[in-house]
């Protein structure tokens, strides 16, 4: 994934090459057309976006419904994190890394991420809308 998030989410294996973007594409949704309930589908499709196409904005709400399915995948809640940041989705990160508290409190990279990067950076974006609505 990202050295920032050491070895919590991992990207894919690489994709033997050549392959056919288009047709991987269409196996991952013919997957879910066939297994709407089954969360590798969509992790299947949600990587290809990732990391094929670097589609984030595509491939976010691909990884969202991979964790409605399966939300014990904490590996996705980082994946979402690296995604919503490169996206500038503050609220997505927020959402993520406050699940990764309830779930993993004892990791000290999360807590240190949290408290002393996310939670100013998020604080300055709040004031920052704030103030411009003040201001509009």
């Known amino acids: 994934m990202t050295p920032l998030f050491a070895d919590r989410s991992a990207p894919p294996p690489f994709a033997e090459s050549p392959f056919s973007l288009r047709d991987r594409l269409a196996q991952a949704e013919w997957g879910i057309s066939q297994h709407p309930a089954q969360a590798p589908y ?5 990587e290809l976006l990732h990391f094929q ?4 904005e595509a491939a976010a709400p691909m990884y969202e419904r991979v964790l409605q399915l399966s939300p014990e995948r904490n590996d996705i809640r980082w994946r979402l994190i690296d995604i919503y940041l490169n996206t500038t989705d503050v609220d ?3 959402r993520q ?3 990764l508290l309830k779930r993993i409190p004892q990791d000290a990279l999360l807590q240190h991420l949290y408290h002393n990067w996310f939670r100013r950076m998020y604080e300055e974006h709040v004031t920052f809308v704030l103030t411009r609505r003040r201001s509009a």
């Open 97 to 99: 890394y406050l699940e």
């Open 92 to 94: 997505g990160q927020e």
């Open 53 to 56: 196409m670097y589609w984030l």
């Open 42 to 46: 969509y992790l299947t499709l949600a």
